[in-house]
């Protein structure tokens, strides 16, 4: 062995020792880590590497689990058959009949035609399943085709969808016109200060019915048709009775609906005591407008005991472009009147001193009459309060 200082010799260990740490020094003896420090980043490091595995065995599964709906497109038809059941799939006709007909609902009518009178009975039974937003206040309105101007309407009946009529009406139908006659029967949805509401309607041919015998059928309802068009306005008034003093209070408020080529319009308002003219009163003339607005009131004497003896008849009349004077209809409200005109004078009676307002619609002034009956008038003394 030389000596430390020997160039020739061989190097000492200390010189070997300060070679290597010179060259490649150890970053874990440099940096002094303690071992718990160590510990602590291997466990994280495999955490981590763990955390890895999980979600790519996740992964796979997911894939492995979208693919399998692919493999049942391939199943046959033969599986599904044997778990559906054919009525679920194609309904007989018979039930999907009556599912069709209470789309608009349903009513009940029986017929009678007598010979003798050429009279046909319409019985208004009820109707029921009708379509309508909650429930309605409704009524029937019934018509022949023969008689344009001859029309029934039954009782309000308040917040149902199934009403109870239990009415009873006739027309005159001759037997020659038998096979061209047709049945229109309304259904309508009662506003008071609004347009009625058309629910559905029912025609029916009278030459295919069997009219030799009494006939009770229920009939679907189809949608509403043109019908309201056959309508010429309507006119708003208002109604007041106070027994105590006796006095009949008459507002024409409005009317709505008219031909805008009518010059003019006023309203005559007359009372007819046991079916005579008794007294009348007349509005101011609106020009150039389909809808005037009056509000003039007129106030009549009329005894607590001759209150059901009185009809109150509503007359719009108009001026043409040829200053000639024509009726647009007429309005008649009293104890035998029908329909929402009853109603109207019924309500004023419940509440009295109370003035009730209401829309009514015109009817053909030829039909009014009719009704009426009006004998020829007579001097009769005007009854005091």
Known sequence: MGLPGDPFGAPTTASVTMAVSG???????????????????????????????????????????????????AVGLGSAHSITTTHLVQPEVDDLEPGTARQWGRLQLSLEYDSGTQQIKVGLRQATELRAAGTVDCYARASVSTQPGHRHETKVHRDTLSPQFDETCSFHVPRAELPQATLLVQLLHFKRFSEHELLGELQLPLGTQDLQHVLELWHPLGPPGSAQSEQVGE???????????????????????????????????????????????????????????????????????????????????????????????????????????????????????????????????????????????????????
């Not at 874990?28 to 303690?34: A, D, F, G, R």
């Not at 590497?49 to 693919?67: D, N």
């Open 23 to 73: 060259l490649a020094p150890d970053p874990i003896n440099t940096l002094h880590w303690p071992r718990w420090a160590l510990i602590v980043i291997a466990v994280a490091a495999g955490a981590l590497l763990l955390c890895c595995a999980v979600c790519c065995c996740r992964c796979c599964r997911y894939r492995h689990r979208s693919k399998k709906p692919g493999h049942k497109e």
């Open 235 to 385: 006119l708003c008034c208002s109604l007041q009775y106070v027994p105590g003093s006796g006095r009949l209070t008459v507002v024409v408020l409005e009317a709505r609906g008219l031909r805008p080529s009518q010059a003019g319009c006023f309203v005559k308002v007359q009372l007819v005591l046991q079916q005579r003219k008794w007294t009348k009163a007349k509005t101011s003339t609106r020009k150039g407008t389909a809808a005037p607005y009056f509000n003039e009131a007129f106030t009549f004497a009329v005894p607590f005991s001759q209150v059901q003896d009185v009809d109150l008849v509503l007359a719009v009349w108009a001026r043409g472009l040829h200053f000639r004077t024509e009726s647009v209809g007429k309005v008649w409200l009293g104890a035998r009147a029908s329909g929402q005109q009853l109603q109207h004078w019924a309500d004023m009676l419940a509440h009295p001193r109370r003035p009730v307002a209401q829309w009514h619609r015109l009817r053909p002034a030829p039909e009014v009459d009719q009704a009426l009956a009006l004998q020829p008038r007579l001097l009769l003394s005007r009854p005091r309060p």
